[in-house]
């Protein structure tokens, strides 16, 4: 004979939440903070929930008559079990204070009925064999991750709901006097058009090579990671961790890198660097060089790399590097489904994704000058699924070690376009800010 097994809930703290918030009104404040009316297993009470969460949106008190009307008009009144069950509810507990400790019970009955469900699905996933056994992985993993995300809300939501978040951001930003919604590149003219990177964009930075599109992203990691202490990921594609950590010292002690290439470093030099190797020892920049990583293997590590070190940027250098995880028609499709991916992925983590890029050779055969959208090499998606589109590019037609770099934002989906001037310096690996760069 089979064995029933009941979800796992917990009628008496849900009923306790309840009937405490009839006796406290305040009460919801801190409860709605951890708890939805999906979370409640008995659909009663997610209805009676709904109901004061509706009171107060709306500014009303919260008692046994505004509730009654509130319920009679959504028509749920009924359902629910009328007059003596709402007042039932005020009878379950003494007091509102341990409003919250109830109200997490009620969250932890939820996140184990939905890893129960998900469970099952990833078990009737794995039994299908027409799917491959990486998606179905990455596929549980989105799953369990949108899970270990408090207040994650599925679903549609209502605007209102994110007119409330945007009203503090803007709040924030003018009791502050910020200027910059996102995160800081170091380089100002770019942070002033940009307002910083902002969370969920897709930043593409495209460049023909030797114009410094590596030691550019470079430069913001460390800049990110060190003036601010925010954790960056770095996916190195094309360049071994080793030489991607050389390059980091250079640019951060300020020293020639062909004597630390060669060993003809002075004593000031070493110096310089012992400082550098402690900077960059403590800033929390992360790297992986895994060759061929592919889009699942990728999302897996942003998540881990997330949940354990609270990412807060991450690097593909670079996109054409990337490998899909599975086969597609050509290679145009190809590049679409991973620009796709990392706007995706981006998305998800809500953080901003910064993917370098390679520029055709249209640029080379125009005679130089700057490049364009259409530039981007092997796919129009790119252009597409980019929130922000960067091109680095000089007009000097000899790569001088000492060189003005412009950065041209040809295309800004929330704000305006423009070009900024820097300064690159080959023999530290490094940008610099150009203080007479006033063009828009």
């Known amino acids: 004979m089979a064995v029933v097994r009941i979800p796992p809930h917990d009628e008496e703290a849900e009923q306790a939440v309840l009937g405490a918030i009839l006796i406290d009104k305040d009460a919801i404040i801190a409860v709605s903070q951890l708890i939805q009316p999906e979370n ?12 004061m969460l509706s009171l107060y949106e709306e500014r009303k ?26 007042s039932s509810l005020t009878n379950i507990v003494p007091t509102a204070a341990n409003s919250e400790y109830y109200a997490g019970i009620i969250r932890e009955k939820y996140v184990r009925r939905s890893l129960i469900q998900i469970s099952s699905l990833i078990t009737e996933d794995a039994f299908t064999e027409d799917k491959e056994a990486n998606e179905i992985l990455s596929t ?32 924030e930003l003018q009791r502050t006097g910020a200027g910059l919604r996102g995160v800081e590149t170091g380089f100002t003219d770019l942070d002033n058009l940009l307002s910083g990177l902002q969370a969920s964009n897709l930043i593409v930075l495209a460049a023909r090579p030797g114009q410094g599109k590596t030691a550019f992203t470079i430069n913001i990691a460390q800049h990110v990671a060190i003036a601010n202490k ?16 050389d390059r980091m010292l250079v640019s951060q002690s300020d020293i020639d890198a062909w004597k630390l290439k060669t060993g003809r470093l002075q004593e000031d030099d070493y110096d310089k660097l012992s400082v550098a190797m402690g900077a960059l020892a403590e800033a929390p920049i992360f790297i992986d060089d895994t060759p ?42 190809e590049v679409s489904y991973i620009s796709q991916s990392l706007k995706n992925m981006a998305r998800e983590l809500k953080i901003p994704v910064i993917g370098v890029s390679q520029l055709s050779r249209a640029v080379e055969q125009r005679g130089g000058g ?37 950065v041209l934002v040809a295309k800004h989906r929330n704000g305006p376009v423009g070009e900024k001037e820097l300064l ?5 690996i490094r940008f610099y800010n150009v203080e007479h760069s006033t063009k828009v």
């Not at 925010?230 to 950590?245: I, P, Y």
């Open 292 to 333: 061929g990583l592919s889009i699942p293997e990728m999302r897996t590590k942003a998540r881990r790399l997330q949940s354990e070190h609270n990412l807060k940027l991450l690097i593909v250098d670079y996109l054409q590097l990337v490998n899909p995880g599975k086969k597609f028609e050509n290679r145009v499709n």
């Open 61 to 86: 008190p919260i008692d046994l008559l505004t509730l009654t009307d509130t319920l009679k008009k959504k028509k749920t009144f009924d359902k629910v079990g009328g007059s003596s069950y709402l």
């Open 230 to 245: 925010l954790a960056v990921g770095v996916f190195s594609l094309e360049m071994s961790k080793e030489e991607l950590v």
């Open 140 to 171: 549980s993993e989105q799953q369990i991750f949108k899970i270990s995300q408090e207040h994650v809300k599925q679903g549609f939501m209502h605007i209102k709901e994110t007119l409330a978040e945007s009203f503090d951001r803007l709040e």
């Open 40 to 51: 409640f297993y008995d659909d009663r009470h997610g209805e009676i929930y709904q109901g």
């Open 370 to 406: 700057k490049p364009q959208l259409a530039d981007l090499r092997e796919s129009g998606a790119i252009e597409q699924d980019a929130d922000v589109v960067m091109f680095l590019y000089s007009s000097d037609e000899e790569f001088t070690s000492q060189r003005i770099v412009n």
């Open 424 to 428: 690159f310096r080959g023999d530290r």
